[in-house]
């Protein structure tokens, strides 16, 4: 479904190679987990396949195909319903996602197509039901927020619902629980999971190998935007090929014994 061949992403201003030649897949229904520590280049990777980058600030080369479609090409002119039906991102702060001085609910009415009394009805029959389905039962009063009158956790369950919401073939959510609490990271990687039975394909881009282990059917090590190793995350995390997913899974697992 998608093919990312030789991606390369040079910041323009500091005339530095940020990606390295990268090259991956997502086939229908599956889930890549791309790991690495902080600024291995990972966010930069989704955002290009998202056609997010700026072209006056970044060079982008190599090849990303969508359904054997060239879509770097299109230079950020994506076809209509790219972002939302067909491919959606869920980033690590939702306050990025909203716009402070609107109430939630004309934010999240703008972002759907509403026409007739029967097509609202039934979209805030399912907004209910997507954002109980995460523990947020009092629909009317979160409408009726500002996103700061919300807490991290809470919101970006909102946004992961409203998300799902396009149901959109691909997924990419990038660092989606780091910033929430345990119990919002609970309900956030249920979603996924579910969205995964349901055959979503989906890219996770995580430092956490557990995440990985729990969500991803392969992982893609990345460093220095260059990913070193890649494969099923079973075998990744069992036997790493290099001492650098070594030490990261290791890292992981201390982190993991001294917090339980
Ligand atoms: N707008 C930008 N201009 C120049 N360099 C940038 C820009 N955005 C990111 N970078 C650089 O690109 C590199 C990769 O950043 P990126 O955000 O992709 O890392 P990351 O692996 O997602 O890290 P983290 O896990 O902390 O989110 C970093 O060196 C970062 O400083």
Known sequence: MLKVNG????????????VKSISFEVGKGETLGLIGESGSGKSITAKAVMGLLNRRMFDIGGNILWKNEEILSKKGNMPRGWRGEQTAMIMQDPMTAFAPMMRLGKQIEMGFELKGRNAKQLFYEQLDSALKSVNLADMKKILKSYPDELSGGMLQRVMISVTLMKKPELLIADECTTAVDAASEYMILKQLE?????????????????????????VA??????????????????????????????????FREDVC
């Open 221 to 254: 090590v990345m460093k220095s935007g260059n990913i070193i190793e890649k494969g099923k995350t079973l075998d990744v995390f069992t036997s790493p090929q290099t001492e650098y997913t070594h030490e990261l899974a290791a890292a992981s697992v201390l």
């Open 7 to 18: 991606l390369e992403i040079t910041a323009r201003s500091a005339k530095e190679r940020l």
């Open 194 to 218: 579910q969205q995964r039975k349901n055959g979503m394909s989906m890219i996770i881009i995580t430092h956490d190998f557990g995440v990985a282990a729990r969500l991803c059917d392969k």
